[in-house]
């Protein structure tokens, strides 16, 4: 019978070590020493990123003088004409475009004749004056001038197409409106409704006729007649700016057409304060049969926004309707003198 080897006992297991933790302790001076390390590296960062924003914007400011273009139709590069809309209400800042793209065009020999679309139912008296004045600027710089009238192109609308070399209307354009006007409200009704009154105090010398028309005080017939010779004055300015632009119409003639109402298309035309009917097209062609151009090279021009304008103009939109601004509360009180139509 063999021998069993006894069996051996196992090995006991080995004793577990706990890991050591070793716990790093910062002083507080050495905390606050980091937390300020962050806040400067944080605040330089911050800096940089707006100093160059700022520079970007200004940069970009200096750029937007400019005016962008595209081809509409190629031709002789020397042969050029350039087409610009005016579109909307007309403000100081279409008054600025404008004159931005006629400062352009007149220092460029290539062009040889300009068409101005025109959509809008006037604005302002100041930018449309302007606008007529620039107008004339173009045609003393021998560029061919050919107004081409959209849907409206009335009062301050035709106050700067007036004196184009040719003007287009299409046969539904509603245009004319020769006249002035100017409105506020007057809130003393309603101020008193709600139990508000409004003091308006005014020098000695001045109190006749200082704020004589405002929202809160209901305006005296001396008042409004003082007020009706202003746009009295500035009516007969724009008769004779028609009847200067409207050669083959006295500036009598002018007058009797200047009673505010508008015209439609070819009623226009039998009034004489527009050339021909027709669309864009026909304006760019009579502009190019105008300046003798063979191969018309037709341009359209565009005003070129720096980045500052387009943020601030997106601040303005995103603000839109919220808040009341001070320039906004200097509108409601101020009467507006516009050359605009009114259905």
Partial sequence: MNDIPEAKPAPAPAPTIPPIQIQMR?????TLIGRLFVGLVTSVLAISILAN???GMMLSASMGGTMRTHVVTEGNRAETVALFDVTGLITNEQARTFDQFARQVIDDGNVKAVVIRVDSPGGAVAPSDEMNTVMKKLKA????VVVSMGGVAASGGYYLSAPADTIYAEPTTITGSIGVISQMPVLVGTMERIGMDMIVLRSTQA?????ALNPFERPTEAAIAEFQGVLDT?????????AEGRTMLTADEVAALADG?????????DRKLVDEIGYLGDALDAAAGLAS??????????PRYSLAQMMLGAKARQGA?????ANLLDEIQTPRVMMLWRP
Avoid at 26 to 30: I, L, M, P
Avoid at 261 to 269: C, F, H, I, N, P
């Fill in 53 to 55: 924003l700022y520079m």
């Fill in 234 to 242: 500035i009516q007969n300015l724009f008769v004779k700016a028609v």
């Fill in 321 to 325: 309707g919220v808040t009341i601004d």
């Fill in 141 to 144: 710089a021998n560029k061919t």
């Fill in 293 to 302: 151009l063979s191969d018309p090279h037709v341009v359209r021009y565009e």
């Fill in 26 to 30: 910062q002083s507080k001076g050495a």
């Fill in 207 to 211: 109190r006749d006729y200082k704020a």
């Fill in 261 to 269: 109402r508008v015209w439609v298309g070819q009623e226009a035309k």
